[in-house]
């Protein structure tokens, strides 16, 4: 499959997107998608503004728009699962470093082989604890990814 689909599993092992060394794995094509949308629901919300954000992604996903996100929490990939059944694409944030054999597991190969994913990491070591900070940190590239216009 990867050879029959190169550009849907591309790998970058120092890549910079907003001014950020990173790593990525997938349709790098994500990027250059003008219509990107940080998925991040916070504690602070009520439950009407939840609500509100979750029609907003899955309609905008249905669009064919991209959600970039380190789906953090049970809501967020709550909300993934929902948008992938409506066949929508992602970019996902993690922590950890892409090892040197590096290749998504299971489910996260599967949307690569449709195109439908490119996995960003900020190449933490191996087994690094997810923190707060790590995961502001994962929230901030997501909403600056999205805010910034991204050329390859």
């Known amino acids: ?11 970058i092992n120092n890549l910079v997107v907003c001014g950020q060394n990173v790593q990525a794995y997938g349709n790098l094509f994500h990027l250059r ?32 728009s991209v959600l970039v996100s380190p789906f953090i929490s049970k809501e967020e990939k709550e909300i993934r699962k929902v ?8 970019i996902l944030i993690q922590q950890e470093a892409f090892g ?34 790590i995961c502001t940190r994962m929230n901030s590239l997501a909403e600056t990814i999205c805010s910034h216009s991204t050329r390859l």
């Not at 499959?1 to 790998?11: A, G, K």
């Open 33 to 64: 998608n003008p219509d990107k949308y940080a998925l991040k629901l916070s504690r602070a919300y009520t439950l009407q503004q939840k609500e509100e954000l979750k029609r907003l992604w899955v309609t905008e996903a249905i669009k064919g």
């Open 100 to 133: 040197p054999r590096y290749k998504p597991p299971g489910h996260l190969f599967e949307l690569c082989e449709k195109g439908r994913l490119l996995i960003i990491s900020l190449g933490l070591p191996l087994k690094t604890v997810l923190s707060r900070e």
């Open 83 to 90: 948008a992938e059944a409506v066949n929508g694409k992602f």
């Open 1 to 11: 499959m990867r050879i029959q689909r190169p550009d849907f599993f591309t790998r």
